[in-house]
């Protein structure tokens, strides 16, 4: 199962854009990324998934580069109820498999 | 239509005791998969199940175990309790044919083992 690295932690403003950068060199081809968010005593939450390009939903964007090596969550926007752990996941597709969380990216948004 | 859910939701057990947590999956769902967390740490992977067998499993050991019932809920047992099997424990669900990779978590049963 391919490594992810995200920052530690990180810290917005409302009202901001807010990209967390997830790195994860040894991806393989049937790999797709995907993001989750968990608030406190709550289970993750899915965001967004994607496989290359771009990706976009009502919620975020998620910019995946051609060597697939890294992976941008973009928030716009971002209001203090997005604050939460983000975990950036790399796995084959396929539900018969088991999800690799990390430490994830503390995302706190100040007034 | 109910998405994942599990109970209790609270449990305090104290050391060398046997614990059952209780999960349902959203609805037209068939694989159920169990995760632990420790405070501060992301979710790790316990053992999934599909078609009432175990068909993956993590890094833990045989004092973990599980079943799936024939309507795909599923109960997570931990027998012998220790101080650190204190954690969050989720409960994901997801369909299968494999061509979504998105799993549903539930609120989770947080255990305090004393």
């Known amino acids: 199962l391919a490594k992810t690295t995200q920052p530690i932690s990180m810290d917005s403003y409302e009202g901001q854009e807010v990209n967390i950068t997830c790195s994860h060199n040894n991806i393989a081809t049937n790999d797709y990324i995907t993001w989750y968010q968990q608030f406190p005593s709550q289970g993750p939450r899915f965001i967004i998934q994607g496989y290359k390009t771009k990706v976009t939903n009502e919620v975020a964007s998620l910019f995946i580069p051609a060597d697939r090596k890294s992976s941008t969550l973009s928030l716009p926007r971002v209001s203090l109820s997005d604050t939460a752990v983000y975990y950036c996941?790399?796995?084959?597709?396929?539900?018969?498999?088991?999800?690799?969380f990390g430490s994830g990216t503390q995302l706190t948004v100040l007034p | 239509d109910a998405g994942v859910t599990q109970s209790p939701t609270h449990l305090i057990k104290t050391r060398g005791q046997q614990v059952t947590l209780r999960c349902s999956p959203k609805?037209?769902?068939?694989?159920v998969s169990w995760y632990q967390q420790a405070l501060g740490q992301g979710p790790q992977f316990i053992f999934q199940y599909y078609e009432e067998e175990e068909r993956q499993r993590g890094n833990f050991p045989d004092r973990f175990s599980g079943h799936q019932f024939p309507n795909y809920s599923s109960e997570l047992n931990v027998n012998a309790l220790l101080l650190g099997d204190s954690a969050l424990y989720l409960c994901?669900?997801?369909?299968?044919?494999?061509?979504?990779?998105?799993?549903?978590f539930g609120p989770g049963t947080r255990l305090l083992v004393l």
């Open positions: 609805s037209g769902h068939d694989t």
């Open positions: 994901a669900s997801s369909f299968t044919p494999e061509l979504d990779v998105t799993q549903y």
């Open positions: 996941l790399v796995a084959p597709s396929g539900s018969a498999r088991q999800l690799t």
